[in-house]
């Protein structure tokens, strides 16, 4: 049972309470249905016999009264009181006769099928003797029958005088008929008096019976209920016991449970538990050792700080006077910055000026090589004219062969006149002067021509050279221009530059201010940083005393 | 740097005009034309003096070959043609330069530079033609060009050195007289 769980346990407890209980109310309801029936069958039985009993005895007179009236009948018939009085009619008492015989037979059938169908011995004898009233009486009637009869039969022969004779014997056998109809009744009232009984008996059967098993459900609980109190209770004062010298620091309690159960369970949890702690105690004091080293050093340190915080003021202070300087030459810089793009401006304006010129230049250039140009085209020219002049030169010095040719066949000619051509030899001797004259200007033309034709030459090649300066220098101007270009897209991003530079120093100076605001706050902060390093001290002290006070307290710990 | 070389445009144009006014008034100016008629004069009497014809003498007409100077009797020679070029003949001798159509007669042309046992230099630009009067036609002699025609005066003729086989006498300057017949019948 100790390794049962308690949730097990305790199942099977109130599962054994409830059975207990389900058979308690099985039984009850069991006995309940029999005395129901027992109940059942008295109301329909009993009082079914009894009124059967009750309708004979109404027969019984009725047949007393028609004997009754016939009689009368006769009498007054033999005086002539009644002159239309019918003859006796005998049939009446016959029917009423014949009614209770029936009655009868049917009380007897009755009897003989619920003596069959009887819940209890007792009462099928009791239904047994009421059958044999009934029999009694039903022989009874069938001695009165025959009586009745010659009665009858005496009133109709007008014997009045022996009908009225006979009377004492059917009074004796209807008195025997009515003691038999007594006898049945008191049997009714006998089985139903035992059915009563019955019933009586029954129900303290029951009664007894769920009284018992209910003591017996009540006890099965109370073991249950104490069997689980002693075996969740026991463990549980012997937790409560270590934990409270666990409390107590005595780290060193065990329970070294064997249960499988959950008391065991948690049994060995407090152990781990304890283990922990111990283990944390440990630690703890450990660190509560470091704790004391650290805080000594923190004293210490703390000392030293109170140290640094004075020079860090002072230091402070230095760094707002250095601020000021800087402050100061961020003006400086800014005012510098301001002048510098304004020259820059006046710089990009000029560069523009220039490119402008640079560009008059380059058209100039243009229309200088376009003149060097028409020059060239106009020495070209002269030198074809000179060319012509030489053709005609050419001519002239032909010319001038064929006059000196023409000159010494006349000389040649004037010989052989001999002395007659004498004069004539003069005259060819005159034209082979001139002659030769003029092939001599013709040299010297031919030579001045040369010259010249050497400096056409050199016209032409000195205007091309020209023309191929014009056109370096058009290159250099478009080179200047681009150059001039390039310089002032410099000059305008050094004019943004320094405009950013000139906001970038208006922003600095705020920046300074701001740092200068800071530095005064740092100032101020490292008075109260000085202040407060002193009650840091002081918390360094109490921290100290703080970590002593922890290490002796750990040691209360038993591990 | 260079030297700066500046024109003075006024000069330049006072130049160019004043060129064109000369050039303008060379046929009207009159300064200019007795300048000219002036020099003409003194080189005409220059003349006169050194190099004018001598009235009494042999006249000789005077001709270069191969960079020497000869001359000719000017009584020998019946006309001076130029700018013709003998055309050779084939299987001819080699003292015959070739042949000349002169006026629709064909006329031989001796070489005399062979004649002269010079080698054949021949001075194309100046190729002249002597025409000579042999017996009853004419030959072609081809000399180099002709300079002109002097007269010597008798006193003046100096004798040629033996060695030059084909000089009749020599000028006072050294120029051989050469003789025709010599230079012409030599080989026949």
């Known amino acids: ?559 | 740097m260079k030297e700066q070389r500046r024109i003075d445009w006024n000069a330049a144009r006072a130049r160019l005009a004043e060129a064109q006014q000369v050039l303008e008034s060379i046929d009207s100016d009159s300064a200019v034309r007795k300048r000219t008629f002036r020099a003409r004069a003194e080189s005409l009497a220059r003349s006169d003096k050194t190099a004018g014809p001598e009235m009494d003498g042999d006249s000789i007409m005077i001709f270069r070959l191969a960079r020497e100077r000869y001359a000719l009797p000017l009584a020998s020679v019946s006309e001076v043609v130029t700018g013709v070029e003998p055309v050779p003949v084939p299987g001819a001798p080699a003292r015959v330069a070739g042949v000349i159509q002169l006026r629709g007669e064909i006329k031989p042309v001796f070489s005399l530079a062979h004649a002269l046992g010079l080698s054949e230099s021949r001075d194309s630009d100046a190729a002249t033609v002597l025409l000579l009067r042999h017996g009853e036609g004419e030959v072609g002699l081809h000399v180099g060009p002709v300079e002109g025609v002097r007269t010597v005066a008798a006193g003046a003729r100096q004798a040629a050195p033996e060695m030059a086989r084909h000089a009749a006498w020599m000028t006072a300057d050294l120029v051989l007289v050469l003789n025709v017949d010599a230079l012409l019948d030599e080989d026949g």
Do not use: C
Not at chain 1, 90 to 110: I, P, V
Not at chain 1, 250 to 262: G, I, N, V
Not at chain 1, 272 to 279: A, F, H, K, Q, S
């Open chain 1, 1 to 559: 049972m100790a390794n049962m769980r308690i949730g097990t346990r305790l199942l099977l407890a109130f599962g054994a309470i409830v059975l207990l209980t389900i058979f308690l109310g099985l039984y009850a309801l069991a006995k309940d249905n029999q005395l129901q029936a027992l109940t059942r069958e008295l109301d329909s039985r009993d009082f079914e016999s009894t009124d059967a009993l009750l309708g004979i005895s109404r027969t019984e007179d009725q047949m007393r009264a028609a004997r009754a009236e016939a009689l009368v009948s006769a009498l007054l018939r033999r005086d002539n009181l009644a002159a239309q009085t019918p003859g006796v009619p005998e049939q009446d008492w016959t029917k009423y006769r014949d009614q209770m015989t029936g009655q009868l037979a049917d009380l007897n059938a009755m009897a003989t099928n619920w003596q069959a169908t009887s819940l209890t011995a007792e009462r099928a004898a009791a239904w047994r003797r009421v059958h044999s009233t009934v029999q009694e009486a039903a022989a009874a009637l069938k001695a009165l029958s025959p009586e009745v009869e010659r009665q009858y039969g005496l009133m109709n022969a007008g014997n009045i005088t022996a009908a009225v004779g006979s009377i004492p014997t059917i009074e004796q056998a209807v008195n025997t008929l009515q003691a038999r109809l007594a006898d049945a009744r008191q049997a009714v009232a006998d089985q139903t008096r035992i059915g009563r009984t019955e019933v009586a008996d029954l129900a303290a059967t029951t009664r007894n019976s769920v009284i018992f098993v209910l003591i017996t459900t009540v006890v099965a609980g109370v073991l249950f209920a104490v069997f689980i109190q002693r075996s969740i209770t026991i463990p549980l004062s012997q937790f409560v016991q270590v934990v409270e010298r666990v409390g107590q620091g005595d780290l060193t309690q065990k329970l070294e449970f064997s249960r499988r159960d959950e008391l065991g369970k948690l049994g060995r949890s407090l152990d781990g538990m304890v283990r922990g702690l111990r283990e944390v105690a440990n630690q703890t004091r450990s660190v509560a050792e470091s704790l004391n080293a650290a805080t000594t050093e923190i004293f210490a340190t703390t000392q030293q700080q109170a140290a640094s915080t004075a020079e860090q003021a002072a230091a402070v202070q230095e760094a707002n006077a250095t601020m000021a300087e800087i402050v100061q030459s961020g003006v400086q810089i800014t005012d510098r910055a301001k002048k510098v793009a304004a020259s820059a401006e006046a710089t990009s304006t000029s560069s523009a000026a220039g490119i402008e010129s640079v560009q008059n230049t380059a058209a100039i250039m243009e229309s200088i090589r376009e003149q060097a140009e028409a020059v060239a085209e106009n020495v070209v020219a002269l030198s074809e004219k000179t060319q012509a002049i030489s053709e005609i030169i050419t001519t002239v010095n032909d010319i001038a062969e064929q006059s000196h040719l023409l000159a010494l066949n006349a000389a040649i000619q004037a010989a052989a006149a001999g002395e007659h051509g004498r004069s004539f030899a003069v005259v060819a001797s005159e034209m082979r002067n001139l002659a030769a004259q003029s092939k001599q200007a013709t040299v010297q033309v031919r030579s001045i021509l040369g010259d010249i034709q050497k400096a056409i030459s050199s016209s032409v090649m000195l205007t091309e050279e020209a023309v191929k300066r014009v056109e370096t220098g058009r290159q250099q101007a478009n080179v200047a221009d681009r150059t001039i270009r390039d310089l002032t897209g410099n000059i305008e991003e050094s004019v943004r530059a320094f405009q950013q530079i000139v906001g970038g120093s208006s922003q600095q100076q705020i920046g300074f201010e701001q740092v200068t605001e800071a530095f005064r706050n740092i100032g101020i902060a490292s008075q109260e940083a000085a202040t407060g390093t002193k009650q840091s001290e002081k918390a360094a002290a109490n921290l100290n005393a703080l970590s002593q006070q922890l290490r002796r307290a750990m040691e209360k710990y038993r591990v």
